[in-house]
């Protein structure tokens, strides 16, 4: 499973979007890339993922480059409580593929 | 629909102790895994499981053992606790290899 980059820590103000950036440039044409965000100590939480089209739910909206070696992951309209340390994850489809956590970017709303 | 749930969610342990965490889903997953969590740090995997009666090594599963019996759940054994493995421990699950994965709410172990 290819290694990914985050910033280690970014901020916004509440009503701005957040676009975190993430660096996957060994990603292979099977990968997938997950976004997922830890509050506080809780259990990670899933937000999106994908494999090579933009996807949007109602949490957020994936943004993949062309040669898939980059992703931005974009929260519209931050709130206080989009504050959490965000996982981007590179996974391939394999029988023993897994999910790697990296340390994230923690990331700050503030009024 | 509980999702994943892990038992304790709290314990303390004197080195050399043993114990077992136990991770239930009732999603009828294929997938389950461990994870352990320090202070400031991303989530590490110990152990993981493809299906009942299969287990694997993930990045430190040194000094753990796993075991899956039931499809339902996945056990993390403890056989000689110490301190370095004071830890957040989060158990996880998903349908297939290629779908997000579900997390239960961790258990925080401290060895003395």
């Known amino acids: 499973d290819a290694k990914t980059t985050q910033p280690p820590s970014m901020d916004c103000a509440e009503g701005r979007a957040a676009n975190l950036p993430c660096n996957h440039s060994t990603i292979s044409g099977n990968e997938y890339v997950y976004w997922y965000r830890q509050i506080h100590s809780q259990g990670p939480q899933y937000i999106i993922h994908?494999?090579?089209n933009n996807e949007t739910n109602e949490m957020a909206s994936l943004i993949i480059t062309e040669d898939r070696k980059s992703s931005t992951l974009i929260l519209p309209h931050a709130t206080l409580r989009d504050t959490a340390v965000y996982y981007c994850?590179?996974?391939?489809?394999?029988?023993?593929?897994?999910?790697?956590f990296g340390t994230g970017t923690r990331l700050q709303v503030t009024l | 629909n509980a999702g994943v749930t892990q038992t304790p969610k709290f314990r303390v342990l004197k080195t050399g102790q043993s114990m077992t965490l136990l991770c239930a889903q009732d999603m009828n997953h294929e997938y389950m895994y461990w994870y352990r969590q320090d202070p400031g740090m991303g989530l590490r995997l110990i152990h993981y499981s493809v299906g009942e009666g299969t287990t694997a090594k993930g990045e430190v599963p040194d000094g753990y053992n796993v075991s899956r019996l039931k499809k339902q759940n996945f056990l993390l054994g403890l056989e000689s606790a110490a301190p370095s493995q004071t830890s957040v421990y989060f158990c996880?699950?998903?349908?297939?290899?290629?779908?997000?994965?579900?997390f239960g709410n961790g258990t925080r172990l401290t060895v003395t």
């Open positions: 994850i590179v996974s391939g489809t394999g029988t023993a593929s897994k999910l790697t």
């Open positions: 996880a699950s998903r349908p297939l290899v290629n779908s997000p994965l579900h």
């Open positions: 994908g494999l090579k």
